[in-house]
Every structure is written in C-alpha cells, then in structure tokens.
C-alpha cells in the first residue's frame, strides 16, 4: 500500500513518469512486441484477445556454392546439364492468434507460396520454371512458463500440415511438365513438430529477445522422401527511438539437412536441385528492421514492421543456390 502510495503520488507530479507509464499501459493493452518482422511467436496475449496478420517475405538466391566458397556456372554445368543461375521466392503469410487465457495462445498460418527459377543449359540456353500455390498450413499453441508483462520465456510446440504441394511441375528444354526439383516444391509433404523455446525482456525503451525453433519431419511422404530436420536460434535487440517508433538489429543462425530419400520422377545427374545430398547447409543472417505503432486513435493496435538482412555466413552441401538477400514486411492488428 505505501509504496503505491508513493507510485501514485510521482505519477500525479512527474510528466516523464505519466509518459512511461502511459506508454507501457499501451503496449500492454495491445501486446504489440517490438520484436523484428521476420520474428514469429514471439508472444502470448490477454485472454480473448485475437490478433490477425499478414506477413510477405521475399528472399532472393543467387549463384551457387559448395561449402563456403561460390562455384562459377561453367564449373558446375562441366558436371551436370544444367545450372541454377538465380532464385525468387514470395511467400504470404495470413495469421491469426487467440489467447484461450493469459498464459496460452494458439496460433493458425496460412502460407501462399511463389517460387521462380532461372536456369543455364550447357548449351548456353537460359529458361526459368514457376510454381505457385498453397504450402504448408501451421498450427501452434504458445504456452507462458513466465509471463511478468516486461519478461517472458514461452514454449512453443506446434504441427505442419502436408498442405502444400509437392507434384508441381512445368516445361523444361528437355521436357515438357516435369516435376519440378526440392527447392521448387511448395510443401514438405509431411506433417513436421515445430518446438520452440522463446525468451523477450524489455527495459524502457530497450527490449532483448532470443528463439530457437526446430522443424522435425515425421516419416516420409508421398513421394518416397522427407526433407532435412531443421533448426533455428535467433537473437536480437530494439530500441524504440520515438513513442512510435522502434529499430532492431537481430542474428539468425540456421542448420537444416539433406533430404532423406529421393523423388524418383528427378533425376540427379542433370541439375544439382534434384540431388537429395545437396540440400542441407548452415547459414548465419544479419538482419535490420523497423517497427512503427499506430499511435492512439481509430488505428491503435496496430503495427507495421520492416526487416531486411543478408547472409554473413553461408556453408552449404554444394554445388547449391546461395542466398543473397531477404526481406519480410509484417502487419498485425489486435482486437
Ligand atoms: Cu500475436
């Protein structure tokens, strides 16, 4: 009692302390994290509160490269028929979370997937393959082992649905609808455990966070093989610089592994993509964002996020397309 006595009594008389408190009361009614854009799961919210979002991520491959160093076009194609020269992918993202009560909050994304790739013959002749659709729908459950409003560590467990697809095909020189290699494909083809341990801190305008998540496939599928396990630690720090406004640097470290079986409509020997023992690798991405907050008003609860990075990084199972650069906007809205 005596010290909110005291609480209150320096609220009433000092303006920087309204401010903060104000501005804590706000971030708390929305729950709206100053983590980076390309940070998901990241936090739970108060219970029967919903958040919708919508995330596009693109990230832009190019060249290929075996262990750490870049191997030239001609280099590759002395081997095989064909060389991957460059990669882009889209991804939208739809979300929704609901806080079933102040400590558990489940999560739902629908991914829509577009993928481009252009190629090199021997022959010099350059051609590009697409798919496009559905990938693999995620569902989650975010439990709060600690949850003290300005400190946090979540336990994230969720499954991957075989939702997207992994048939897609399209005309090559040497054939017209052929399925298309791993990297092309929507899906994974079987539903994956997605654990994953969070931890967020803020102090003031400062907040520190850091996640690691994994993707473990669960058998094979359809087509007689499983995608590489994969794991994910990502750490991270934002300052929020204006009452809107915050920026944040992060490093994402990932390890993700060859494919296990193969896809017998692919053919190994004629461009690396479809060779099961080069997909796996580890990179390390530094990346930089920016998060505005619509202040008060009819917008309030909402948050518009920006984080582009590269790889500083990058040792791959090769020859295999490198990753250049990656870019992912996020909007989220609670209610
Ligand atoms: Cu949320």
Redesign the pocket.
């Known amino acids: 009692m005596k010290y909110s006595a005291i609480f209150l009594a320096a609220l009433a008389c000092c303006p920087a302390v309204q401010a903060a408190d104000h501005d804590q009361h706000q971030q708390h009614h929305t729950?709206l994290t100053s983590s980076p854009a390309g940070v998901m799961a990241d936090?739970v919210?108060a219970k029967g509160s919903w958040?919708f979002s919508y995330t596009w991520m693109h990230m832009r491959m190019d060249g290929m490269r075996d262990g750490t160093s870049g191997v030239s076009d001609g280099k590759v194609l002395k081997k095989y028929m064909v060389t991957p020269e460059n990669m882009d992918t889209d991804m939208h993202m739809f979300g929704a979370?609901y806080a079933v009560n102040d400590d558990f909050t489940l999560m739902a994304m629908a991914p829509w997937i577009k993928k481009s790739m252009q190629h090199k013959t021997r022959m010099g002749k350059r051609f590009t393959t697409g798919s496009e659709g559905v990938g693999d729908v995620k569902l989650s459950g975010i439990y709060a082992l600690s949850n003290r409003g300005n400190h946090q560590v979540l336990v994230n467990f969720g499954v991957s649905a075989p939702s997207g697809d992994i048939n897609e095909k399209d005309n090559t020189p040497a054939m017209k609808n052929a399925r298309l290699p791993y990297p092309m494909q929507l899906g994974s083809g079987t539903w994956d455990l997605l654990p994953g341990l969070t931890w967020t801190l803020s102090r003031g305008a400062h907040s520190w966070g850091a996640q690691t998540q994994g993707t473990v496939r669960l058998g094979d599928n359809d087509n007689n093989y499983s995608f590489g396990d994969r794991i994910e630690v990502s750490g991270w720090g934002a300052y929020r610089f204006l009452p809107s406004w915050s920026a944040s640097l992060r490093l994402k470290g990932q390890a993700w592994g060859d494919v296990d079986g193969n896809d017998r409509q692919l053919n190994k020997n004629v461009v690396p993509t479809a060779d099961n023992d080069l997909q796996g690798g580890q990179r390390i991405d530094f990346l930089a964002g920016v998060n505005f907050y619509a202040p008060a008003g009819v917008f309030s609860g909402n948050r518009l996020a920006l984080e582009g990075g590269i790889p500083v990084y990058e040792n791959l199972d090769g020859p295999q397309m490198s990753t250049d650069w990656m870019l992912t906007a996020n909007w989220?809205m609670?209610f």
């Open positions: 729950h936090h919210h958040m979370m989220q609670v």
